[in-house]
């Protein structure tokens, strides 16, 4: 039997060691727990989220399918509350998990400095999504915002919540900001950039209490300086999560204590990440975590491997603020320093030597050279030659150069150009020699730039050097192995050329396999229906089961059946043909989903026709809540009966239903209509919501609830039902055009600009024949599957029956 | 030995998919390529039991509906990072007629 894997934690360690493990074709059953209702993304990237140079899309780094890929069971949102070591079972309140090998890699918790007013709302950490949400939320402009705490992860969030234009304040207890990574001069620096971005800084600020009764209002620090503040941030630092490896009573120290396997003092219980102490050692940046990662991946697929800890060095992630610090900086008798400052330009250097070596730099301004350094510190060779130039960094050894990529052309191959991933340089060079032209190739053949990203030029210098004229930046990867072509490409080819069938497109775009894959098929078979409504049939064969089956798969090979609830809204005739259907049929759950109707669960295949006859019977038809389409329109009920509604939301919800059910899109299409601003129908948070107001519609756009979630935005407004439904029609059909095969309304959004969204639906001419191209496919494509797949009901029950022969 | 059982007509199964056959040993899917070449597979990833007969059939591939293994029909076994097998059976067209080994089906039963 498989191994079983239990890994407590989706976080940025036990993410790569998993990868690494499938990587080498480890086969272990694995369940991942994760606190955060959300598998793993790339935590250093919130702070490029927080300032909006990011979304949260772009920093997943293990999505829905990479998980499904690898028949990885996730535990979202689960926390796990107890480690059974006797038994071998970890259970969270959904019940226990058996284990072989346990990985507990719950990261670190936030610091809580005790005063007054912690709890209040407004107050906030800063460590997931929820905490980087609650900021943006926060920092609209003119909000005040007040940051406890001037390090790493204080100042991003400072530089963050600042550029999205909140007035922020630090308060920082030393006496400069990130004095663990800077000296004062570069502190200085730093503190000045700062303020010149109107952020304001208080050193030597200690804070007393957090004041306001039902949320925040102020801080109040010991010298009796108040900050008024709509929102707190507290940064001051983190502590190993270690509460389930104490209960369990494993050996813990600060960290929970591992060797150099990663084990600890449980034989089967692993751990890796910010939880543990190594030697005494706790790790707070991702570069040594990786190295444990692999190391840990070794150890479970029973190779040898031991973690020995690497030096690090740190940035900050704050765009236009170059600062780099590594090694060791305290002044000690027989250190010697060597410094050079450009006052006009802003850029502090500095060396510190120990005998004939370099063990530390701090650079601020210019931060060119810092691989270069990093990597003669690492190395710890003599630098005693290099001396007298040294701190003029690499293009200075051996003469002056002005080519702007000298300093990459100059580093040795083994420098380190990624820090978080240690690539060195000899390793890009020979992965782009090997064929890797993109970024993104680059990436994945090295991991190069993939984590924090602020080596991404770096990494391009080395790209260009490398290929010369060749290079060109920016490039997309391919649809799949199958083909050179992007997503978009294909879009666009298949319209050029009019190419109308899956064979087509795979001749004259010359794709590499015969009949394509499982991952190609299914789009194609999306762009054609999409592009050629009248001339191509769909391909049943190239969708996915769930589509084909027009029922959602369950683990156990039964499927669901969900009819569709226009608007939420039913009789007691069909609850009674529900009801009857259920007996039947002895449907093991009857449950109400969260899409305002009812869902039958654990049906047999070869029952699906009759089942879905019985409800066709009843006037019932499919509710598509398998389909990348139309799934459900959700509605409060508006003027019908509520003493607040100003529409007819009940109404407007079942006509939308009505008008968009059937068609297929490149994923899942949810709305909303609410009554009034009160949304008790959560239209904010659909991919179309409408919301009603006295004087007409406020339609808005990209929202989601699920792995990721976000609020609409606005898109426009209107006073007629006739224009609702015109303009969601045409921007559904905007969103069918253009959009990548499984990609939600908001990540398509997120790529195109709601500007240029707008722009399409405002103008009437092209709003209309938009409307009209949705209409004219609506007339092929609006159609009940399950009538249709009901008149042969043998097709879906078993070929033969040996059984009975068999038993003869 | 071998024995051949008439079980369907080709065209009982689409092109690029499947038909399962309940056996005393559970269900086997029956494939048939865009080709028309046929594969017997058993019906059971050996991942967490998705059935493979309502999988993506690519060229001579199938990849699992629930978790995307990909199994060689030829020989039943997982590819790339996934290690697993599935038992395949003999099974060939005659004159538009499928036909299934069933002696190691019966064999199994017998035992
Ligand atoms: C039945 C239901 C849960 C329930 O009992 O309430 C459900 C069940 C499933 N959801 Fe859901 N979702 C259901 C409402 C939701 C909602 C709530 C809503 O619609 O208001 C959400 C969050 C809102 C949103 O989509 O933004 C939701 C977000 C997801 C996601 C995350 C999508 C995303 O883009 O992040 C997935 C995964 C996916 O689609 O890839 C998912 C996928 C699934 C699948 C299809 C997983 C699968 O592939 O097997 C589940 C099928 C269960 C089954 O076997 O039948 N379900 N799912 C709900 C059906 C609603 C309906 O009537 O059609
Ligand atoms: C905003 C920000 C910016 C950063 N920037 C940098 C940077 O530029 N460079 C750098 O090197 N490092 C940076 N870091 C630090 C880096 O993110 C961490 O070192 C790294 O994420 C730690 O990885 P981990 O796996 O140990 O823990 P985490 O990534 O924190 O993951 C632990 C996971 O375990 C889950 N968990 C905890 N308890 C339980 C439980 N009982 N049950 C289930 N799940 C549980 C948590 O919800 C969490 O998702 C940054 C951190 C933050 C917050
Ligand atoms: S129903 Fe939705 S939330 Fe629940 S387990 Fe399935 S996919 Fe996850
Ligand atoms: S059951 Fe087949 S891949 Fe998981």
New binding site residues.
């Given amino acids: 039997m498989k191994q079983r894997l239990v890994v407590i934690g989706a976080g940025m360690a036990s993410g790569r060691m998993l990868e690494t493990i499938f990587e080498a074709g480890g086969d272990f059953d694995v369940t991942l727990f994760n606190a955060e209702a959300r598998g793993n993304y790339n935590r250093l990237m919130l702070s490029p989220v927080l300032s909006g140079e990011k979304t949260y899309a772009q920093i997943v780094t293990h999505d829905?399918e990479w998980y499904e890929a690898h028949g990885v069971d996730c535990r979202f949102g689960e926390v796990v509350v107890k480690i059974d070591r006797a038994n071998r079972i970890v259970y969270s309140n959904a019940g226990g998990v058996p284990y072989d090998a346990l990985v507990i890699a719950t990261g670190s918790s936030p610091f809580i400095i005790p005063v007054p007013g912690k709890d209040l709302p407004g107050v906030c950490t800063y460590r997931d999504l929820e905490d980087t949400n609650a900021m943006i939320a926060a920092s609209k402009p003119g909000a005040r915002a007040v940051v406890i705490g001037g390090g790493l992860l204080g100042l991003e969030a400072a530089a963050g919540m600042a550029a999205r234009g909140a007035e922020v304040v630090v308060i920082h207890l030393m006496g400069h900001l990130m004095e663990r990574q800077l000296d004062p001069a570069a502190g200085y620096l730093l503190q000045k950039d700062l303020e010149s971005r109107g952020i304001r800084v208080h050193c030597k600020g200690a804070t007393k209490a957090i004041l306001g009764s039902a949320r925040v209002e102020a801080v109040l620090l010991e010298d009796g300086t108040v900050y008024p503040a709509d929102l707190v941030c507290m940064a001051v630092g983190i502590r190993p999560e270690v509460r389930l490896a104490n209960d369990a009573h494993l050996e813990v120290a600060r960290g929970i204590t591992v060797d150099d396997q990663m084990r600890t003092s449980d034989p089967a219980i692993f751990a890796l990440g910010e939880c543990v102490e190594h030697e005494k050692q706790l790790f707070g940046l991702v570069a040594p975590l990786y190295d444990q990662a692999k190391v840990l991946a070794a150890t479970l697929l029973g190779q040898d491997a031991a973690f020995k800890p690497v030096q690090t060095a740190t940035k900050l992630k704050v765009t236009g603020v170059d600062l780099f610090s590594a090694g060791d900086f305290a002044d000690a008798p027989g250190r010697e320093d060597i410094v050079f400052r450009d006052p006009g330009r802003g850029v502090y250097k500095r060396l510190i030597l120990e005998g004939d070596q370099l063990i530390g730099a701090v650079m601020y301004g210019d931060t060119a050279d810092a691989a270069w350094f990093f990597d003669l510190i690492k190395q710890g060779k003599s630098v005693t030659d290099l001396r007298d130039t040294l701190i003029f960094g690499p293009a200075f050894q051996g003469g002056a150069q002005t080519d702007p990529l000298a300093a990459v052309a100059a580093l040795p191959p083994e420098a380190e150009i990624c820090g978080c991933n240690g690539v060195c340089k000899g390793k890009i060079v020979t992965a782009i020699q090997g064929g890797a032209n993109t970024l993104d190739m680059v990436r994945m053949a090295t991991k190069a730039s993939a984590s924090c990203g602020t080596c991404t030029g770096l990494v391009e210098q080395v790209m260009a050097l490398t290929l010369g004229d060749s290079f060109s930046a920016n490039a997309n990867p391919p649809m799949c192995k199958c083909t050179d072509h992007t997503h978009e490409d294909v879009r666009r080819l298949i319209k050029s050329i009019g190419l109308k069938s899956i064979p087509a497109v795979m001749q004259e775009l010359g794709w590499k396999t015969v009949g394509g894959c499982a991952s190609c098929r299914p789009a194609l078979n999306y762009y054609l229906i999409a592009d050629w409504p009248l001339e191509y049939t769909d391909d049943r064969q190239s969708r996915f089961v769930?589509e084909r089956n027009h029922g959602?798969?369950?683990k156990d090979g039964t499927y669901?059946v969900?009819p569709r609830m226009w608007g939420g809204v039913t009789t007691p005739a069909e609850l009674r043909a529900i009801a009857d259907a259920a007996d039947r049929y002895a449907v093991p759950m009857v449950?109400?989903?969260?899409?305002?109707?009812i869902?039958l669960?654990g049906v047999k295949k070869a029952d699906l026709p009759a089942i879905w006859s019985d409800l066709n019977a009843a006037g019932m038809v499919s509710?598509h809540?398998?389909a990348k389409g139309l799934?459900?329109v959700?509605t409060c009920v508006g003027t019908d009966f509520c003493r607040f509604g100003t529409q007819d939301s009940t109404g407007l919800g079942i006509k939308l239903e009505k008008l968009l059910w059937g068609s297929w899109t490149p994923?899942?299409v949810?709305l909303g209509v609410s009554g009034c601003p009160r949304n008790c129908a959560?239209a904010t948070?659909?991919?179309i919501g409408v919301v009603c107001v006295d004087s007409g519609y406020e339609i808005s756009v990209a929202?989601?609830?699920?792995?990721?979630v976000r609020e609409t935005e606005f898109l426009c407004k209107v006073t007629t039902e006739a224009e609702v439904m015109e303009v969601i029609a045409a921007f559904t059909q905007l969103y069918r055009e253009n959009a990548r095969y499984l990609h939600?309304i908001y990540k398509w959004v997120a790529r195109v600009g709601l500007d240029w969204c707008r722009a399409q639906v405002e103008d009437p001419a092209n709003r209309r024949a938009l409307y009209d191209r949705f209409m004219l496919s609506q007339s092929i494509y609006q159609t009940d599957p399950w009538a249709e797949l009901a008149a042969t009901p043998a097709d879906w029950a078993p070929i033969a029956d040996l059984t009975l022969r068999a038993a003869e | 030995m071998t024995a051949f059982l008439d079980i369907a007509a080709l065209d009982d199964i689409p092109r690029q998919g499947a038909r399962v056959v309940k056996t005393m040993i559970g269900c086997i899917a029956v494939f048939r390529t865009a080709e028309d070449q046929l594969f017997a597979l058993e019906d059971r990833c050996p991942h967490k039991g998705g059935p493979l007969s309502e999988g993506i059939v690519h060229g001579t591939s199938v990849t699992c509906p629930l978790h995307a293994w990909v199994f060689d029909m030829n020989t039943g076994q997982a590819q790339g990072a996934d290690e697993g097998a599935v038992q395949t059976y003999p099974v060939r067209l005659e004159a538009g007629r499928v036909l299934l080994d069933v002696t190691r089906l019966a064999r199994r039963s017998a035992a």
């Fill in positions: 829905a769930n959602n798969i369950q669901s969900v449950k109400v989903t969260g899409g305002q109707r869902d669960l509710g809540a398998y799934r459900t959700k994923a899942k949810k959560e948070c659909k991919d929202g989601a609830a699920g792995m990721d939600r």
